[in-house]
């Protein structure tokens, strides 16, 4: 391992008694083998990182910001019901925005929105704008034509056979997410649950993890996006087919095991 | 606006716009040259390769944070890694102090023998590995430090030198006595 062409390298071993100039040897002998996949696994996580850092802070998240809107959209509605004219305009805007806030209230006259199930590419698209859980998250259930065949005038669309990807094994897989566990971490006793998103290719291969929500601790989530690398799947199939799909997976690593698992009835598929 | 900010960043991790997402030039090839040292260098001091992938991941990011700050008319880019590296691993082994032991059991080395071809001769090589890094930390940190810059990260006397900032006949006489040290130890354990 030392550099053979560094002259203090020869003058050093040179100057040793024959007994150190062993050891030396032998010290130099011990190879040091990387996990193959660590370097492009660090490498992922660095640009990751290095993605969020250069996303940076959104301006509506500063303090300061937000006191600043609520303030100017306060002045216009109140500019808004001293003008007449401007009046109903507002008034309709707050009834808006109540009926989003209390639905409830507003329940009696609302109508049934339709829900369809979204075709998902066969390459990975980009993940979607945060939105309320209900309409990004098709569940195996939601994703049946029940739905579609309640509403009389639309055209009936064709019966589609949809599996959503299972992972192939997960008694192996708690036991390799479980490798991931940082000792020290188990030892301090610090827990946590991460929720992932990522693409499950054609093959059962995560590809382009993210974090969904974080545990809290950087290192447990790290620790989680690498383990996932590792999971393999049955790939989603649509009639058959093998297709790819985003996933969300959670990850639990309790200490008093020193076991991670994948929570059984947490993978949902986001097609 | 959400969903155009969504698009360009897949778009990047498909090879375009790349320069708004990917790691910074320089940094992306520090760490294609100095990765494999860095983790070379913690996993010599450290007793698991789990724990060496933890350091070494933090040394990574502690680099790309402070990278701004990095002046390059002070270290090389290797030298501020090896740098940041030997502080990660020092807060690393205080923590553990407090924690667990620090030995090395045979089952964590297999990383460390994958040269030596029959199965016999990697049990012999495991043991006589377990025997010297175990007996390696009962040597004092700065021993440690020296014998794993130089048989861990693969470094020559010079390059020990700029690391630790010491002159070249120093870093001789600092190896040569931490490996007359190292030697007792081993010496005295293989009696017991």
């Known amino acids: ?271 | 606006m959400m969903i155009k900010e969504e698009v360009t960043l897949s778009t990047g991790m498909r090879g375009e716009g790349r320069a708004e997402t990917e790691l910074p030039p320089d940094f992306s090839s520090w760490f294609r040259e100095y990765q494999p040292i860095v983790f070379r260098y913690v996993r010599f001091r450290l007793a698991t390769r789990e724990a060496a992938e933890d350091v070494t991941s933090e040394v990574f990011m502690k680099a790309l944070r402070a990278l701004d700050r990095y002046d390059p008319s002070r270290a090389s880019p290797k030298t501020w890694l090896l740098r940041i590296a030997r502080n990660a691993v020092t807060d690393h082994l205080r923590f553990l102090k407090r924690r667990s032991s620090l030995h090395v059991s045979l089952d964590r080395v297999p990383d460390l023998v994958a040269d030596v071809p029959t199965q016999e001769e990697r049990v012999l090589r495991g043991e006589r590995i377990q025997l010297l890094l175990n007996a390696s930390r009962e040597l004092r940190s700065a021993d440690q430090e020296i014998l794993s810059l130089r048989y861990g990260a693969g470094f020559g006397n010079r390059e020990i030198a700029e690391a630790l900032n010491i002159s070249g006949n120093a870093v001789a006489v600092r190896l040569h006595r931490a490996l007359a040290r190292l030697k007792a130890v081993v010496d005295k354990r293989g009696r017991d």
């Open chain 1, 1 to 271: 391992m030392t550099n053979p062409n560094d002259p203090h390298d020869a003058d050093f071993r040179a100057t040793l008694p024959a007994d150190l100039q062993a050891l030396d040897r032998e010290l130099s002998g011990i190879r040091i083998e990387e996990r193959p996949s660590f370097g492009p696994e660090l490498k992922g996580e660095l640009t990751q990182a290095w993605r969020t850092r250069a996303r940076g802070a959104p301006m509506a998240s500063r303090p300061w910001v937000r006191t600043l809107m609520a303030a100017g959209l306060a002045g216009l509605m109140i500019a808004g019901v001293s003008v007449p004219s401007a009046r109903a305009a507002v008034f309709q805007l707050v009834r808006t925005v109540a009926e989003e806030v209390f639905p409830t209230f507003f329940a009696q006259d609302a109508e049934p929105e339709l829900q369809l199930p979204e075709i998902e590419a066969q390459e990975p698209a980009p993940p979607v704008a945060p939105r309320p859980r209900a309409e990004v998250v098709v569940s195996p259930a939601d994703a049946s034509n029940e739905v579609v065949t309640s509403m009389p005038d639309l055209p009936t669309l064709p019966f589609v056979e949809t599996t959503f990807p299972e992972i192939i094994s997960r008694q192996e897989a708690a036991r390799m997410i479980a490798s991931y566990y940082p000792l020290e971490l188990q030892e301090a006793g610090v827990e946590g649950a991460i929720k992932l998103l990522f693409w499950v290719d054609t093959h059962g291969i995560p590809e382009n993890i993210q974090t969904r929500e974080s545990s809290g601790n950087q290192r447990l989530d790290y620790a989680a996006m690498r383990a996932a690398r590792n999971l393999r799947f049955h790939p989603a199939t649509r009639n058959g087919v093998a297709v790819g799909t985003w996933v969300e997976v959670d990850f639990h690593f309790f200490a008093l095991t020193g076991v991670g698992i994948i929570g059984s009835d947490s993978m949902d598929s986001v097609m």
